[in-house]
Structures are given as C-alpha cells and as structure tokens.
C-alpha cells in the first residue's frame, strides 16, 4: 500500500523558515516524479512544486519560486520542502502526492496523497 | 495564462439520481484534464484523468468526458458517500484546478 506520511508543519513567523518532509512507503519511491500541493483555508488545491525522479529537474509555481526549495533522497526513499521567506499567504495544508499509476510519468495529476500537513504563517 | 471554471457552484442532487458537472478552461487543454472528489479534513481523491480514464479503485457510476475546452463529470446514480466537493484539474500547462462544485443532498 502507498502511504506518504508528512511533517514539519506548524506555527511560523513572518520571514522565517520552515522544511516539510514526505515519507514514502510501499513503492519504489526512486522510480516516480514527486510534488508538493498546498490548499489554503475553505479554496482549492494549488501545484508548488515537483521533483523528477533522480532529483535533477525541478519546477516551482510562480508563488513560490526563488523562496522554496524542493528535494529528494532516494536512499531514505524522503521528499522535502524547503520554505524561506515565509509569507502570511503561504498559510495552507501542504501536502505530497504521487502521480497516478497509469498516468504518464511526468503528468502532473495525482493519485496518491499524503494526509496534509499544516503551515501556519503569523506573527 | 488558462482559467478554469466550473458550474454549478453548488448542485442539489436526491440519493439515487444523476449528476452532471461542468468544467471549462478557457483555452484548450486535449484531454490533459482530471476529476478529483474531496470530503472535509480529507485530501482531494482522483476520479478521473485523461478526461475519461477512471483512477484505479473508482466506481463505474463515475464517468468522465469532453476534450478541449468543454468537459462533464457525470455521476449516474448518486450514493450518499458522493456528497463531496469535486474539483476538475487540467495538467496541459502548469496544472490548475477549478474553483470546485458542491453537490450536497436535495
């Protein structure tokens, strides 16, 4: 069974820094592309960021790009979320997912998700 | 940049009855579009993706289709686990979802 189980969300500051980690289990976590999904309060979901499967392309929406940073380590099969410069509009539940079994690899639509983690960004 | 919309924003559907949502971009996507369910405190489930290909697990009532611009998410005989917010994703582009239908009990 796919999980992918995240953490490091919580109550930040204005400006501050926070990293949000995946755990992946129950697939070859190597072989897939990997993203970050975030939904603030009562809106829809919105695309952050995805990570081919080696770690060497990334992509970022426009929201957040040059202020996080996403990352992977194949060997503890863990997907990460690095957020700088956080801002009160970065409030949301973030969560990881994988693109669906069936999908073309580097299709951005997604099967599987974590539970959500939730960001908080306030003074 | 494409935009997204959906309608109705809210749908009043008895158990049993169909459903019919609709999706728009405002420009054309190919099929490159995805239906997703979502209850509160729960993350978003994918229905559909390629306009018509059922995600792994997803009921036959669910039913997809349409191509460019114009799409449906028909739901044929509504159970009372469908009452959900849906929203449609296209993925032609940078993905983008919809701004979500509610269908809730009539």
């Known amino acids: 069974e796919v999980q992918l189980v995240e953490s490091g969300g919580g109550l930040v500051q204005p400006g501050r820094s926070l990293r949000l980690s995946c755990a992946a289990s129950?697939?070859?976590?190597?072989?897939?592309?990997m993203h970050w999904v975030r939904q603030a309060p009562g809106k829809g979901p919105v695309w952050v960021s995805r990570?081919?499967?080696?770690?060497?392309?990334?992509s970022y929406a426009d929201s957040v790009r040059g202020r996080f940073t996403i990352s992977r380590d194949n060997a503890k099969n863990m997907l990460y979320l690095q957020m700088n410069s956080l801002r009160a509009e970065d409030t949301a539940v973030y969560y990881c997912?994988?693109?669906?079994?069936?999908?073309?690899?580097?299709?951005?639509?997604?099967?599987?998700w974590g539970q959500g983690i939730l960001v908080t960004v306030s003074s | 940049e494409i935009v997204m919309t959906q309608s109705p924003a809210t749908l009043s559907v008895s158990p049993g009855e169909r459903a019919t949502l609709s999706c728009r971009a405002s420009?054309?996507?190919?099929?490159?579009l995805a239906w997703y369910q979502q209850k509160p405190g729960q993350a978003p489930r994918l229905l559909i993706y390629?306009?018509?290909t059922r995600a792994t697990g997803i009921p036959a009532r669910f039913s997809g289709s349409g191509s460019g611009t114009e799409f449906t998410l028909t739901i044929s005989s509504l159970q009372s686990e469908d009452f959900a917010l849906y929203y449609c994703?296209?993925?032609?582009?940078?993905?983008?979802f919809g701004p979500g239908t509610r269908v809730d009990i009539k």
């Open positions: 129950g697939f070859t976590f190597s072989d897939h592309w």
């Open positions: 420009q054309s996507v190919s099929t490159n």
């Open positions: 990570i081919n499967s080696d770690g060497s392309s990334t």
């Open positions: 997912a994988r693109v669906a079994a069936g999908a073309k690899y580097y299709d951005n639509v997604w099967g599987d």
């Open positions: 994703q296209q993925y032609n582009n940078w993905p983008l």
């Open positions: 390629d306009a018509s």
